[in-house]
């Protein structure tokens, strides 16, 4: 008998004919009679593989009602409850680790039960996913021995099975999530442990077989492995080849924008985004129960919005912006089953950005704040930050004095607990916005190097963040610091802002720096120009897009 938890819900089965999403060619076997449970674990695992959970356990559910004894629909199931690389353990709520151990737990029993029936590999990895979750009804204060248990127990299956490319990237990912988004140290380009290191031969162990060199998971695990180092290029073939393989799963439309946006081609990011989003539109045109992927939804939105502001392109940017303003509606910021608010809302603010960057001081006052300032604590903060550096560039010192001290205090009421993008905390990249304010503030003032001292520490701030692509705080510092050094003649430290933004300065850690985007390289050009370094800014206007013209 299949546990209660496990019993699927919702419409028929349909036949293996019917129209279905696009998920690409790849193929995945597992023990089975049915051809109905074989096509919807493999849909499973695409959808797992994907970063969609919600889509992948309904599927494995789907595969378990096709076929009751397939064991590997219930592993399916396990895995799908469970963390993975953007929603770790640290980010479940209580009830929600409870809630998924449950149904990992039941389903991993039944699994366990029909294990017999399956191959040598399924049983192992049925026997080693059980290491991934503590037991049922209990929530440890600390994860990070579950997951290293996991990784630990993938370890021999692989080592038995060195040959199966899906366990070499369930490995793989089991190592990754020992500490995702913190494989590399920023700072010193070094791998954050062996686990880094362990992770990045298998997968390209796994390219130099047919079957890896285009496997979803593979292409898709080396971005997220490699976006944080400093030779992010090298994911370059990888994410190319990923770029339509999977050709209705948003995610794996986006993930090569994350290479993109390291390399500096956002002209590109601005493209692949557009294709994430018109994939989510179709989905959750048909699939409008899923809520934790609708985190994502604006994750791919933000990251087009980013890319566009990196390449001078308005409209676009403004166009993101008015996006995000449609699918995080008040519905979504107060669903019950997750606190929806915490991982999107501070995307809402992300129009006061777009007329930051493009100096549109007068469409900036007529933003509206929130009615509800709780529930939109963080869009209530920018908007009056966005007030404060308005006013200021106006000549309005007075308004943005009372425009910053409103903005301190909305600040003070955004939870801790409230993300930017993971894992970057909104009370800490608003710090960045409270510095930058002002420091803009005391240049207005005449406080010039008062003015340039806090901008630094904006700027240094603005570098401490949590890793995120794209980055948290989407206006760099060092363009306005930039900007105004070499309106006051101090052209040389002009220079050195620009290098380090855009990634020229000797010792500047490259992942911190924002590659070939139009406003540092305008800023550098014209450092170089006032330097009479003629032949190297030159040499500049030749190679990289200096010139583009800001739409």
């Known amino acids: 008998m299949v546990p209660s938890i496990l019993t699927p819900k919702g419409p028929p089965i349909d036949h293996p004919s019917e129209p279905y999403f696009d998920l690409g060619s790849y193929q995945w076997v597992v023990t089975s009679d049915s051809p109905e449970a074989q096509l919807w674990a493999n849909r499973g695992l695409i959808w797992a593989y994907s970063f969609n959970y919600e889509e992948g356990l309904k599927c494995f559910e789907r595969a378990a009602k096709s076929e009751p004894s397939c064991a590997m629909a219930y592993w399916g199931i396990a895995f799908c409850a469970g963390p993975n690389y953007n929603k770790a353990w640290t980010f479940f709520a209580k009830q929600d680790v409870l809630s998924s151990t449950r149904t990992a737990n039941e389903a991993l029993e039944h699994a366990s039960q029909l294990a017999a029936q399956g191959t040598p590999t399924e049983q192992r990895l049925i026997e080693a996913l059980a290491a991934r979750f503590p037991p049922t009804d209990t929530v440890p204060d600390d994860f990070s021995h579950l997951d290293r248990a996991y990784a630990d127990a993938m370890r021999p299956v692989y080592q038995a099975h060195p040959e199966d490319v899906d366990v070499a990237a369930l490995f793989a990912e089991a190592l990754m999530c020992i500490s995702p988004r913190g494989l590399w140290n920023l700072d010193t380009g070094k791998p954050t442990g062996s686990h880094s290191v362990e992770a990045r031969e298998i997968i390209e162990t796994a390219f130099e077989s047919p079957e890896g060199f285009s496997h979803p998971a593979h292409c898709h695990l080396y ?39 390291a390399v500096g081609d956002y002209r590109r990011g601005v493209d692949s985004n557009n294709e994430a989003i018109a994939a989510d539109d179709k989905y959750f045109a048909i699939e409008s129960e899923s809520l934790l992927y609708r985190a994502y939804r604006v994750h791919y939105v933000s990251a087009k919005l980013y890319s566009a502001l990196m390449s001078g392109r308005f409209r676009d940017a403004l166009a993101a912006a008015e996006k995000l303003e449609q699918i995080i509606d008040n519905k979504l910021l107060t669903a019950t089953r997750l606190n929806m608010a915490d991982w999107v809302e501070a995307h809402l603010a992300s129009k006061a950005h777009v007329l930051i960057r493009f100096g549109r001081w007068e469409d900036i006052l007529c933003l509206e704040l929130p009615v509800d300032r709780k529930l939109y604590c963080s869009t209530t ?11 200021s560039a106006l000549g309005r010192i007075e308004e943005a004095e009372a425009a910053q001290l409103e903005f301190i205090a909305a600040r003070e009421l955004v939870p801790k607990s409230r993300l930017n993008s993971i894992p970057a905390k909104e009370y800490d990249v608003l710090g960045v916005a409270a510095a930058m304010l002002a420091g803009e503030l005391h240049y207005r ?30 206006q760099p510092v060092r363009h306005a610091l930039g900007g105004l050094l070499l309106e006051q003649g101090r052209v040389e430290d002009a220079e050195q802002v620009f290098r380090e933004d855009t990634g020229y300065a000797k010792g500047f850690p490259r992942r911190k720096a924002k590659p070939n985007n139009v406003w540092g390289l305008h800023g550098l050009h014209e450092a170089l120009t006032r330097a009479g370094k003629e032949d190297e800014a030159t040499l500049r206007s030749l190679t990289l897009y200096v010139d583009v013209k800001l739409q």
């Open 223 to 261: 971005i997220h492995l490699m976006e944080m180092s400093p030779t992010p290029e090298l994911a370059l073939p990888a994410a190319d080849r990923l770029r339509g393989m999977v050709p209705d799963a948003s995610h794996m439309l986006h993930m090569p924008t994350h290479i993109d946006a």
């Open 445 to 474: 003032k005449g406080n010039v190097d008062i003015a340039f001292s806090t901008l630094r520490e904006a700027a240094a701030r603005e570098d401490a963040l949590a890793y995120s692509d794209p980055p948290p705080w989407m």
């Open 381 to 391: 903060a920018v908007i009056l930050y966005a007030r404060g550096i308005a006013f």
